[in-house]
């Protein structure tokens, strides 16, 4: 396992910052496949807590995941309501943030 100060994590975080960030163009062109994007990304970050020690029990990486899994669930209904999409990718993008500065600590 790969200890949470490690710096590659805060190098990983950092990558996936511009993966969440996708997600607003993805949403806002009515892109077919933001739900395999999404569900692909989720697929990554559950194997997180298979690879680094702490994940697992950390409540912002938690926090992350449920969002994520909030907005996959929003890329099946037939009108997407991107104000609350935007404000739900800013506030992955603030936890992957918060999470940075831990590993920075």
Known sequence: MIRQDNPIIFSYLETLKNRLFKII?????????????????????????YVVEGFEDNSMFLSLIAT?????????????NIPLIRREVFKCLSIIKKMQQKVGE
């Open 25 to 49: 163009p993805l949403f806002e062109e009515n892109n077919e496949g933001i739900y395999k994007y999404i569900d692909s990304l989720l697929f990554e970050l559950y194997g997180m807590i």
């Open 68 to 80: 994520l899994e909030s907005l996959l669930d929003e890329s099946l209904v037939a009108e997407y």
